[in-house]
């Protein structure tokens, strides 16, 4: 498989670091192509702003929406931009590796992802009417494909379970899973978390690593979260609700757009 | 009352912006004391990297939570964090207003999160053990505060309803609203939500517009979201599991943590 492995923590002598390493020596040893983002290290800006944007009229009103559309549409995204948005179209797996910094990614990875994702290829693909609502959230660019996270958090496990008070960490992850995973068109694996990380010794870090090892010998073959396809007939065209009699009628949550009793994650 | 009002998006000339200068001016005339910080204005730093800890020996392993704590505690955060320290510590109420971008905040404010809740000021505050997990969720530094959220979304009000295929919204801010904002003691108020901001025009701004400056017109008043309290009795320890007693017992998801049948949000 051609894999394209993001990685964002500042310290490659962290544990974060380790577990790159960890996972990437494993996924080559399986005979995978390997390319690595690693935000920290190739600088990577993180604000959308209207130096994303070159052929923007300096005293024009800049709207990021319209702004990623037209740059997408006329080939005129930034270099460091179209270098990305080429390993996402190369790679067969996306893996993101993030310490979960306040319960979401470290602002350097949004900004990859908000200025990578760009209008036209990640969103506002597909046609857009009252009959059908693009092409997103299991279909689009990057439909066949699949995607995985592996995070690290500072806290216990028990707290992220799913009474413990951080809420659950399927729940935390969910807007990314769903909302930037599944979007544009992933197959998205259950995540690979490590929980008090800040605690870890030498003795601590080997299970770990083994469990990391085995999710990275398993990409292909592990089952992905049963997210609901947008344009499988589970919701209702155009408010895209949930059909009533999909669930309990008082059931909410993220847990409604997993479909039925098999769904992991 | 005294408000720091945090604004993360590029362009003044936006909706965003006149939201913004809606809500302070509306502010203004109520008599309150308004502190602006503009992230993009002011150019802020997203990331969280090395060059945060002057401090930090030049060859040392560079540990973010390690960091931060040490920083926080010599005084030797930098001179925008420290600023913005200053801001939250003196202002009663917060308000972060953002455009939804991938169901989460931009990369700027993230990183204004990232970086200004240091260790011994947002977290880790408080005592650490098998009797009690620190102050945080609704104790803290910044208890008896208030705090909320003013967000655009691209998409459509029922997309993010209850059933609605992006998830509800406000299981989409509860990481915020209850991880970032609830944690370091912040009474949290439901949050402004406006909707298909790229479809606006000038009759659609004003209904928007009024509802804004009702807001920020009650905002000493509007009951506050309910979350439980982490060391008011209702999670074991040090577990942090919700009480069983608390909930049907097949119960999970976010809205475990609002405390009974009134709860808003």
Redesign the interface.
């Given at each position: 498989m051609k894999i394209l492995f993001v990685f964002a923590h500042?310290?490659p002598?962290?544990l974060n670091g380790a577990l790159r390493d960890v996972a990437i020596e494993e996924l080559k040893a399986q005979g995978h192509e390997v390319r690595i983002s690693d935000l920290?290290a190739d600088g990577w800006k993180?604000?959308?702003?209207?130096a994303d944007f070159p052929s923007l009229a300096p005293d024009g009103?800049?709207?990021?929406?319209a702004a990623s559309k037209k740059a997408f549409d006329t080939n005129t995204l930034t270099d460091d931009v179209k270098a990305e948005i080429e390993k996402l179209l190369w790679a067969d797996t996306l893996i993101l590796q993030f310490?979960l910094?306040?319960?979401?990614?470290?602002?350097?990875l949004?900004?990859w992802?908000?200025r990578v994702?760009a209008y036209g290829f990640a969103y506002g693909v597909g046609e857009h009417s009252d009959q059908r609502w693009g092409d997103r959230?299991g279909e689009g660019t990057l439909a066949g494909k699949r995607a995985m996270l592996v995070v690290t958090a500072?806290g216990?496990e028990?707290?992220y379970?799913?009474?413990?008070?951080?809420?659950?960490i399927d729940?935390?992850l969910?807007?990314i899973n769903?909302?930037?995973l599944y979007?544009p068109g992933y197959d998205v694996l259950p995540p690979f978390v490590a929980y008090r990380v800040?605690r870890f010794d030498e003795a601590g870090f080997e299970p770990v690593a083994e469990r990391l090892r085995e999710r990275m010998r398993t990409l292909a073959t592990t089952p992905t979260i049963r997210y609901r396809p947008?344009n499988g007939g589970d919701?209702l065209v155009?408010?895209?609700?949930?059909r009533p009699e999909l669930?309990e009628p008082d059931a909410?949550?993220?847990?409604?757009?997993l479909n039925g009793a098999g769904a992991a994650g």
């Open positions: 500042p310290e002598r962290s920290y993180s604000e959308v702003d209207r009103r800049f709207i990021p929406v310490p910094w306040w319960f979401a990614m470290p602002a350097i949004k900004g992802v908000d994702f959230y500072g216990w028990e707290h379970a799913p009474r413990g008070i951080n809420g659950p729940d935390l969910f807007p769903h909302g930037i979007y800040d947008q919701y155009p408010s895209m609700q949930l669930s909410t949550g993220f847990a409604l757009h």
